[in-house]
């Protein structure tokens, strides 16, 4: 009995002692042995209301502009203690110096997060998301996210607004260069693996920081790929095609959400009850905080769902968004909410428990300059394992997309090589979009990478040809003539780094301005010529796709992109990666993904009556999972364990891969599965699993795939999530119109 009455006064002395700490606003020293709720309450507290809605308040710096508005008067805002956390600020010395205007200029001394768009690299610039994705290796991208995790949270950065995990089956729409693709298998698997890299195992090191899942939701599906527009969709295909991304970064424990711009069914997603409540905080269980994007409550009254930016904002927090980014609604309006009575103080002590339990788990209260560290910043920023591992994850998102008489790999020697086109030796447009404090000075342009893999074994002529987009078409005569010196024509178009990202949808998605009639000119040579892609976004070139030899599809290869492109094409890393989108043959053909439904008269090019088109196939140019090697990959014997299984039982799938070609090479198998008759109509497959596998030439292996009856689920008519007994086709093979297949039928 006198222990208990010993540790009863015990921990009521160090909460009393807790509290005077707090309250005396030395928050340095506040006991860190105290649970993080039991700190949070005792915070709370103390916070006058003006304070509790100033940790809701998300401001810019103005030292970059993501969005429509900046704010002057930040600095003194966060003197103020009406701001909880600020954007688009980094490096040491300058988040120390607002952190310190926090720290020790306000009541309460409560620390700022500092948050920026750290999206495939902080400094050291990764491929983009979807160059990234294009490796389908985990690992790698696992890597990539930590790496970028690093180098930010040594320039004093404590979150990051990436991974941005919306599906995108509209390559119009300039974001899906930010994501994972089309399909919701890997585009979860993706998540999981971003949010990993970011958040580490922890925060009690400095090289961690919160991730956060965005756009939250359904923003890829934007009506006519045009950005920020409507989207108007069931809820099976919400729950099946667009959250499961969300649930698999909600499950990998991301500690913040972003809600997007898009309305869905006629309710901006910044106030849907639904998805943000019912969803996210109840059926999901999230214990992080909501952030809205970019002003988005404000533009809920263009959206014409919420009168003026008061009414916006009562609509907002009570639907469960948490903080305010930009639009200072919360700031200007939601205390008079409250008194008001239409906004509870409890939902505002929710939001504000929500932001202060990732302050207190980063540690900043015990020392809110910890992550603000010039020393560690100035080691780990560009660190040569940093920029290696760049390199590698650079060279595993190329994708070989065409190689006619195994033009590729080069020689390290010929006689003369011309290197051609507007984005042959671009250093920003390596950068892509969203590049962070990324630095074009530092890119290695393929020119570059070139010049320093042949050193001079080689004569390289270098012609620019003429610009990414525009009509000038004068420097083809010099083009021309270098390419008529060259053995062979390296040849490199695409988009501008602007050309994709936000706000940047494009209608016709070929290559801008007069780079197909570069290529068509140095083909018309005759002389050998590979096409280099670079670009954020699948394009429309069917002519190349039919007349160049060899094409190489680069996206934006990032800081080690020249060594990178180079390393593949002369041979020294035998490209693997698989495209995680569809390339459509013209734009006409857009949504076009590898597993629509089948129709109730399947295209039949023999029936007229039949779903196609008078003037184009129904098939892409290159399908979802394509990519090739420099060697050959074989599959046979394609056997499941049993034919029939239930509920309660798993079915092993296994398949011989087998290295048939010249070069030792990694293929990434998949795993397709078709469920033949349901409830409500399935697609006509849907990737349920892939492996990486690296064979010897010459060599084989047996992989094997698990299924059970849970990865067979879908969304019934009623929304059930659940697998209905019946025959289900499925393939193995390189790419989503694999063809080696058998049947396994669900008992029950
Ligand atoms: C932008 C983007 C969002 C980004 C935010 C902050 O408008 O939509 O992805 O994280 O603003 O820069």
């Not at 990051?160 to 698997?189: K, N």
Request: proline share 5%; glycine share 8%.
């Amino acid at each position: 009995m006198k222990k208990i009455i010993h540790i009863t006064a015990l921990l009521v002395v160090a909460y009393l002692m807790n509290s005077f700490v707090l309250r005396s606003g030395i928050m340095k020293n506040a006991l860190p042995d105290k649970t993080v709720e039991q700190r949070v309450d005792s915070l709370l507290a103390l916070m006058t209301l003006e304070e509790k809605i100033g940790q809701m308040t998300l401001f810019t710096s103005d030292w970059e502009m993501t969005g429509p508005t900046l704010r002057a008067t930040y600095k003194e805002d966060i003197r103020k203690g009406r701001v909880g956390a600020i954007f688009n600020a980094h490096t040491a010395a300058y988040t120390k110096e607002l952190q310190r205007l926090a720290v020790e200029e306000t009541r309460l001394g409560i620390p700022l997060l500092f948050g920026y768009d750290v999206i495939h690299g902080y400094k050291t610039i990764f491929p983009i998301p979807l160059g990234e994705s294009a490796s389908w290796d985990l690992t790698a991208i696992e890597q990539g996210a930590r790496v970028a995790a690093i180098e930010a949270a040594a320039s004093g950065l404590h979150w990051t607004f990436a991974p941005m995990v919306d599906i995108a089956r509209d390559p119009r729409w300039g974001r899906i260069s930010e994501g994972a693709g089309e399909d919701t298998y890997l585009g979860s698997a993706i998540a999981v693996a971003r949010v990993k890299g970011f958040q580490g195992t922890g925060f009690d090191n400095t090289d961690a920081v919160l991730a956060c899942a965005k756009h939250y939701a359904a923003y890829g599906a934007a009506q006519a790929g045009r950005d920020y527009h409507t989207v108007d969709i069931s809820e099976q295909v919400m729950r099946e095609v667009y959250l499961p991304p969300f649930k698999a970064a909600a499950d990998a424990g991301v500690w913040t959400f972003m809600n997007a711009f898009n309305e869905w069914n006629g309710i901006p997603a910044t106030a849907h009850d639904y998805l943000l409540k019912d969803i996210l905080k109840w059926e999901w269980a999230f214990p992080g905080f909501v952030v809205t994007d970019y002003t988005s409550i404000n533009e809920m009254v263009p959206h014409g769902y919420a009168s003026d930016y008061k009414h916006a904002g009562e609509l907002s927090v009570n639907a469960g968004v948490d903080m305010d980014m930009q639009g200072a609604v919360y700031y200007n309006h939601l205390a008079d909410l409250v008194r008001e009575g239409k906004v509870k103080e409890s939902r505002i002590d929710d939001a504000v428990r929500r932001i202060l339990r990732m302050k207190f788990m980063l540690g900043l209260f015990e020392d809110p300059y910890r992550f603000s560290n010039a020393e560690r910043e100035k080691r780990l920023i560009m660190a040569p394992e940093h920029l290696a591992a760049a390199r590698d994850m650079a060279r595993k998102s190329l994708v070989l997309l065409r190689n006619e008489k195994q033009l590729l790999p080069l020689p390290k020697t010929m006689k003369t090589l011309a290197v051609i086109g507007p984005l042959a030796d671009s250093k920003v447009d390596m950068l892509g979009n969203w590049s962070a404090a990324g630095d074009a000075k530092d890119c290695v342009t393929l020119l570059e990478g070139i010049r320093t893999k042949l050193q001079g074994s080689t004569q390289i002529i270098y012609e620019k040809g003429c610009n990414v987009d525009g009509t000038d078409r004068t420097g083809f005569a010099k083009a021309l003539a270098a390419a008529k010196k060259a053995q062979v024509i390296l040849v490199a178009v695409g988009e501008a780094g602007w050309m994709s990202g936000e706000a940047a949808s494009r209608t016709d998605i070929s290559l801008p301005g007069v780079q197909e009639d570069l290529v068509k000119a140095l083909i018309a040579t005759g002389k050998p010529v590979v096409v280099v892609l670079m670009n954020g976004r699948p394009l429309t070139i069917p002519w190349i796709a039919d007349n160049a030899p060899a094409i190489l599809e680069t996206w934006f290869a990032g800081t080690q992109g020249g060594h990178a492109i180079s390393d593949v094409l002369f041979g020294d890393y035998n490209p693997s990666g698989k495209l995680p989108v569809t390339f459509p043959r013209n734009v006409g053909q857009i949504p076009l993904f590898y597993n629509p439904k089948n129709t109730g008269r399947p295209m039949n090019p023999n029936d007229k009556y039949t779903s196609k088109y008078l003037d184009a196939p129904n098939t892409p140019q290159w399908p979802f999972g394509f990519g090739l090697s420099y060697t050959t990959f074989e599959y046979s014997d394609l056997k499941t364990d049993k034919k029939e299984f239930d509920r309660n039982e798993t079915v092993t799938i296994s398949v011989k891969v087998a290295n048939t070609g010249q070069y030792d090479g990694e293929e990434t198998a998949q795993l397709y599965v078709r469920d033949l008759v349901g409830s409500v109509t399935r697609p006509v497959r849907e990737l349920k699993g892939f492996q990486k596998v690296f064979l010897k030439k010459g060599e084989s292996k047996v992989i094997q795939f698990k299924l059970r009856a849970d990865d067979l689920r879908f969304y019934n008519a009623d929304l059930q999530f659940r697998a209905e007994p019946g025959d289900f086709d499925l393939w193995v093979g390189s790419h989503s119109d694999a063809t080696l297949g058998t049947r396994i039928v669900l008992t029950r």
